[in-house]
């Protein structure tokens, strides 16, 4: 199991971390699709 890495750590992402936040409190959205380009940090904010 990795290590948590916090939330608020992250920098430069902010449409993706809106995404991620909004499907938090509303469910129904039904997910979110993160892409981008090798080394961004996607796995790491997801």
């Known amino acids: 199991m ?3 890495f ?4 992250i920098v430069g ?3 993706m ?3 991620i ?3 938090a409190i509303e469910p129904r ?3 979110v699709l ?3 380009d090798r080394g961004t940090g ?5």
């Open 2 to 4: 990795r290590p948590a």
């Open 6 to 9: 916090p939330f608020s750590a």
């Open 13 to 15: 992402h902010g449409e």
């Open 17 to 19: 971390k809106l995404a």
């Open 21 to 23: 936040l909004l499907v």
């Open 29 to 31: 959205l039904g997910g």
């Open 34 to 36: 993160v892409f981008g």
């Open 42 to 46: 996607k796995s790491t904010g997801v």
